[in-house]
C-alpha cells in the first residue's frame, strides 16, 4: 500500500508571513512634535535672552538711581557743611561781638563808679594830681605781642595834659615801647600793643608822665607782678 505521506507526493507547507502594521499618523506627530520643541527652544531662548535684557536695564536703572541719589546726597552734605561753616562763624562772631560788649560795659561800669566817686567825695578830699587807677598786661599767644590797658583819672576839672611813655627795663638794656601825649578830663582809658626783642628778657615795665603843670611822675612795676593772662 502506496504511502500517502511520501516525500514525493507532498507539498511543504507554506511558511507564516508576518505584515508590519501600518500606521499612517506617526509621522505627522513626531513632525509636529519636533517642531514644537524646536519651537518651545525658540521661544525659551527668547524668554532668556529678554530676561537678561531685562534684568541688565533693570541693574543700569538702578546703577544710575543709586548714582543719583549719591550726587543728590553729596550736594546735600556740601550745603550741610557750607550752613554749618555759616553757622560755626556766626557762632564765633556772636561770642566775639559778646565779649566785645561785655568788656565795654566793664569799662562803663568803672567809668560810672568813678564818677559815683567824685560826686560822693568832697572837694577839698579830691586829689589834685594825675593817678594811673588800673594797669594790665595781657599776651596775645597768636599775633605774638603783648596788650596794655591803663586808667588814668584826674578828680577836679581840670584838663590834664602832657607825655606819657612806657618803658620795660631788663638784663642788660631797656626799650622804649610807647610814647604818646595826653590830654583828657576826669577819666582816660589807654590802650596799646607791643611786642619784645627776641631773647630780651624784662624785668621792670615803668611808666613815666611828664607835664608842665607838675614834676615827671614815674610807677614802677615789676614784670612777674604784672600776672600776663594769654588770651587765645
Not at 509636529?32 to 527652544?41: E, F, K, L, P
Not at 565795654?104 to 577839698?124: G, H, M, V
Not at 596799646?192 to 610807677?219: C, D, M, W
Request: net charge positive.
Amino acid at each position: 500500500m502506496p504511502n500517502m505521506f511520501s516525500s514525493k507526493n507532498s507539498k511543504t507547507a507554506p511558511s507564516v508571513m508576518r505584515v508590519k502594521e501600518h500606521r499612517p499618523w506617526l509621522c505627522p506627530f513626531l513632525f509636529v512634535s519636533t517642531m514644537i520643541v524646536i519651537g518651545a527652544i525658540f521661544l525659551y531662548s527668547i524668554f532668556i535672552g529678554g530676561y537678561e535684557s531685562f534684568i541688565q536695564k533693570q541693574q543700569q536703572a538702578d546703577m544710575e538711581s543709586v548714582l543719583q541719589q549719591n550726587a543728590s546726597f553729596a550736594k546735600q552734605n556740601a550745603e550741610l557743611r557750607s550752613q554749618l561753616a555759616m553757622v560755626v562763624r556766626t557762632t564765633q562772631q556772636s561770642q566775639k561781638t559778646y565779649i566785645q560788649v561785655l568788656q565795654s560795659l566793664s569799662d562803663l561800669t568803672e567809668e560810672i563808679n568813678f564818677y559815683k566817686r567824685i560826686l560822693q567825695t568832697p572837694t577839698a578830699k579830691k586829689p589834685n594830681k594825675l593817678l594811673v587807677n588800673k594797669f594790665t598786661l595781657s599776651y596775645d599767644n597768636n599775633k605774638k605781642q603783648y596788650h596794655y590797658k591803663m586808667i588814668l583819672t584826674r578828680w577836679i576839672a581840670k584838663a590834664a595834659t602832657g607825655i606819657m611813655e612806657i618803658n620795660i627795663e631788663g638784663d642788660r638794656t631797656n626799650e622804649t615801647i610807647e610814647h604818646k601825649n595826653y590830654n583828657f578830663m576826669f577819666f582816660k582809658k589807654i590802650k596799646g600793643n607791643f611786642q619784645l626783642a627776641e631773647g630780651f628778657t624784662p624785668h621792670y615795665l615803668i611808666v613815666r608822665f611828664r607835664s608842665q603843670e607838675q614834676q615827671a611822675k614815674e610807677i614802677r612795676f615789676k614784670w612777674a607782678d604784672l600776672q600776663l593772662k594769654e588770651q587765645p
